[in-house]
């Protein structure tokens, strides 16, 4: 796996042909599951997918569920999900590095490209949104987490497609003048 700037990620995969442009999957880690959720094949919207169950024994498993979804998905690069924080450390940022680096380790992911986006509030926010409907605990958990994976892919997705419209625009003043 290679980490790459969230711009440069993107910058890859339009500079791709039609044909080898492929698709994101946004992670949202926990201690105990890791959402996913797809990108559209235009790169424009996010959608849930599912919910991996994250234990240090299983992570080789993990790794080949990912192989088998980047070649069913056409995934070409993942945004992981990554609490910034200014002020201090946050353990949840070390475990999020830590299972990165044992995803790495197996091997099975090699030249895949990744990059961090923060994901500030993202399950906070779901799990306000779910309190209403009185969910089973268990039902409750994986769909905080796959929405949270949603809303990390989303916020990336609408940030860089922000950015490049604006390049376009930019190219489209400069050619009027």
């Given at each position: 796996m290679q980490y790459v700037k969230p711009l440069h990620l993107f910058q890859n995969l339009l500079k791709a042909n039609a044909l080898q442009r492929g698709r994101l999957l946004g992670?949202?880690?926990?201690?105990?599951?890791?959402?996913?959720a797809v990108s559209d094949l235009d790169n424009k919207?996010?959608?849930?997918?599912?919910?991996?169950?994250?234990?240090?024994?299983?992570?080789?498993?993990?790794?080949?569920?990912?192989q088998s979804l980047i070649s069913e998905l056409s995934l070409v690069g993942?945004?992981?999900?990554?609490?910034?924080?200014?002020?201090?450390?946050?353990?949840?940022?070390t475990q999020v590095k830590l299972f990165i680096d044992d995803l790495s380790k197996?091997?099975?992911?090699?030249?895949?490209?990744?990059t961090f986006w923060d994901e500030c509030f993202t399950s906070?926010?779901?799990?306000?949104?779910?309190?209403?409907?009185?969910?089973?605990?268990v039902l409750a958990k994986t769909i905080v987490?796959?929405?949270?994976?949603?809303?990390?892919?989303?916020?990336?997705?609408?940030?860089?497609?922000?950015?490049?419209?604006?390049?376009q625009l930019e190219l489209y003043d400069n050619d009027g003048e």
């Open positions: 992670l949202d880690v926990g201690d105990k599951y890791v959402g996913l919207i996010a959608s849930p997918l599912s919910v991996l169950i994250r234990k240090k024994s299983n992570i080789d498993l993990m790794a080949s569920d990912f993942f945004i992981v999900g990554y609490p910034f924080d200014r002020q201090r450390l946050a353990p949840n940022a197996t091997g099975k992911l090699d030249g895949l490209k990744y906070k926010n779901v799990e306000l949104l779910l309190k209403p409907l009185s969910l089973h605990p987490d796959k929405f949270a994976a949603v809303q990390i892919l989303q916020a990336y997705l609408d940030y860089i497609n922000k950015n490049e419209s604006r390049k």
